[in-house]
Structure formats: C-alpha cells, structure tokens
C-alpha cells in the first residue's frame, strides 16, 4: 500500500503519519514537479512553432495581396494590420475564453 501511494503523491495516505509524508514528499514529488514543468513547457514550445508556422502560412498565401496594396498606396503599417488583424482578434478571443 506504502508503494501505490509513494507513486501516487500519497495525497490521501500523508495522514497516516510522518514517515509515509517523508517518503512522498521526496524525490518523488521533485520528480513528478520537474516532469509536469518539462512537459509545460515542451507545450509552450510547441504552441509558439505551431502559431509561428501558422503566420507564416497566411503571410505567404497574402504577399501577392501586400505587395499590391503598398503599390497602390496603402502604408506598410496598414498592410500589417490586414494581415495581423484577424490573427490578433483570434488570439484574444482565445484568451477571453480560455480564461474562463
């Protein structure tokens, strides 16, 4: 029984007494706090590639249409906001509801 619960945390064993909190709240905790933290963050690496690629595609399926609007006046900061506009109203959408 000690087993399962040192594999487990011991959430619901760290009543029984001190010994069986020493041996849960050791390296296996350290463990299972450094393989949550490398899985987080292997996320957010794979998140922002995902994100990056993603921009990359539309900006190269719009470059003919940048390309046309500067040579028909529009400033390069307004072609940007084209291009960036729908993606930054997405990103916030998905925060908004992310968050709640």
Do not use: C, D, H
Request: positive net charge.
């Amino acid at each position: 029984m000690l087993g399962i619960a040192a594999f487990f945390g011991g959430l619901w064993l760290n009543r029984v007494g001190p010994r069986v909190v020493a041996l849960t709240g050791g390296f296996l905790y350290g463990l299972g706090v450094f393989l949550l933290s490398a899985m987080a963050a292997l996320a957010l690496l794979l998140s922002a590639v995902g994100i990056f690629a993603l921009v990359a595609n539309i900006v190269a399926q719009k470059t003919r249409e940048i390309g046309i609007r500067i040579a028909l006046g529009s400033t390069i900061r307004q072609a940007m906001v084209n291009i960036g506009g729908p993606g930054v109203r997405s990103s916030a959408l998905g925060l908004i509801l992310g968050r709640y």
